[in-house]
């Protein structure tokens, strides 16, 4: 299956809900800090690009990808927020631990989409090797955490 080379960063303005009114969460992993800053800082750019302020805005770091899922969950319990976007970098190693906290990573937050009311966006990168990751996170194919941001915005009205 080919591939398309696709910057993620992309999209239009003009298609997306005014975000001015919506609150969002973004728990961010420590874990591969150099990619999730740079998604961290792309979903932060598009959401105020989008209108939400800044204040409206929480930040929550948690150790690693793996512990996204009860971040996310204590945030949505805690605070009043529309969307969270779980930011993580998971890059393949020599052993199966990869495949494990991908897995679980993935399963707990698709859990916390049915049972919490708001949603929680994925944004975990599970890349081979840090120059993929460099590239989705501000490189060359743009960045997830932009992404993340536009279809938190798009989760968070949804039906509205």
């Known amino acids: 299956m080919a591939t398309e080379n696709k910057n993620l960063s992309v999209y239009n303005k003009n298609t997306i809900p005014n975000a001015k009114a919506l609150r969002f969460g973004i728990v961010v992993s420590e874990w591969n800090a150099e990619i999730t800053e740079g998604l961290f800082d792309g979903a932060k750019e598009a959401l105020i690009d989008c209108g ?9 770091n948690v150790p690693g990808s793996f512990e996204l899922t009860f971040g996310s969950k204590k945030l949505a319990t805690t605070h009043n927020v529309d969307a969270i976007i779980a930011i993580g970098s998971v890059i393949q190693g020599e052993t199966k631990h990869f495949d494990f906290v991908c897995s679980a990573t993935a399963q707990g937050i698709k859990d916390l989409n049915v049972q919490l009311d708001i949603p929680v966006i994925f944004c ?19 960045n997830k955490g932009t992404e993340a941001a536009i279809a938190a915005i798009k989760m968070a009205t949804l039906g509205a």
């Open 52 to 60: 939400a302020l800044e204040e409206n805005i929480t930040r929550w």
């Open 124 to 142: 975990v990168l599970t890349d081979n090797n840090m120059q993929q990751a460099r590239e989705r996170s501000g490189g060359k194919h743009g």
